[in-house]
């Protein structure tokens, strides 16, 4: 049978809704799983029980994450978040760790994940870490734009079979200090954490790239949704 992908919405504020990209679900199904979209709720209950019916989760991109989940203010005006989600992927987290099911984090994913296991973010890189390397490239998403080094013998250089890749981005946050309970598998050329996963569980990984726009052409993107399928089936 199929895996059941639970998978994270994202937030319009202007449209007072949750919305997906197709990508996401695309990427599952190739992969040979069953992607579904959750609700955002307060009810810790309701997000339990629909947990309980999933073998596996996507975190996906969007909002910055609070910073008031890693102890600090927010920096400026460009920090933007969503309390319905952090609330939402906290209890999913928390599910997916206790349970040992299968989870992968994109974008915002890895930062949130290293957030609520104790890391801390940059909440701005152009403010906080000025590189020359693009983490914010303009449309198409589907155009790498930088590449990212594979730290020889992690989980996801044994997957990939690479020592490094390029990748696109987009985001304006990113891992600082990272998680005790993490791992780093891969970096930028500027040093900051591209790719974490944690040790202690059979497959938490999470990418700071936005592997579902390059899956369609790029063979390392479609062995990462492969690699979280396969690690359910």
């Known amino acids: 049978m199929k895996p059941i992908i639970g998978v994270m919405p994202l937030?319009?504020?202007?449209?007072n809704s949750i919305w997906m990209l197709p990508d996401y679900m695309d990427c599952i199904r190739e992969s040979g799983g069953i992607p579904v979209i959750f609700p955002l709720t307060a009810s810790e209950d309701d997000i339990c029980r629909l947990a309980e019916m999933c073998d596996g989760f996507l975190l996906t991109g969007g909002h910055d994450?609070?910073?008031?989940?890693?102890?600090?203010?927010?920096?400026?005006?460009?920090?933007?978040?969503?309390?319905?989600?952090?609330?939402?992927?906290?209890?999913?987290?928390?599910?997916?760790?206790?349970?040992?099911?299968?989870?992968?984090?994109?974008?915002?994913?890895?930062?949130?994940?290293?957030?609520?296991?104790?890391?801390?973010?940059?909440?701005?890189?152009?403010?906080?870490?000025?590189?020359?390397?693009?983490?914010?490239?303009?449309?198409?998403?589907?155009?790498?734009?930088?590449?990212?080094?594979?730290?020889?013998?992690?989980p996801m250089y044994n997957c990939l079979g690479a020592e490094s890749i390029l990748v696109n981005s987009y985001h304006h946050q990113a891992v600082k200090q990272t998680a005790p309970a993490l791992e780093i598998m891969a970096r930028s050329p500027d040093g900051l954490a591209e790719a974490l996963y944690m040790p202690s569980r059979r497959f938490l990984w999470a990418v700071q790239w936005h592997p579902e726009f390059l899956y369609k052409k790029d063979v390392y993107s479609r062995k990462i949704f492969d690699a979280f399928i396969a690690s359910i089936k």
């Open 11 to 15: 937030w319009d504020d202007k449209l």
């Open 65 to 154: 994450v609070s910073p008031k989940i890693y102890g600090e203010k927010p920096l400026n005006e460009l920090v933007s978040c969503c309390e319905e989600r952090d609330k939402t992927e906290s209890v999913i987290l928390e599910k997916a760790i206790k349970d040992d099911k299968p989870l992968l984090g994109i974008c915002r994913g890895i930062q949130f994940i290293n957030a609520k296991l104790g890391g801390t973010l940059y909440q701005d890189i152009p403010s906080q870490c000025p590189s020359g390397i693009e983490h914010h490239q303009h449309a198409p998403y589907d155009i790498p734009c930088h590449e990212v080094e594979i730290v020889e013998n992690s």
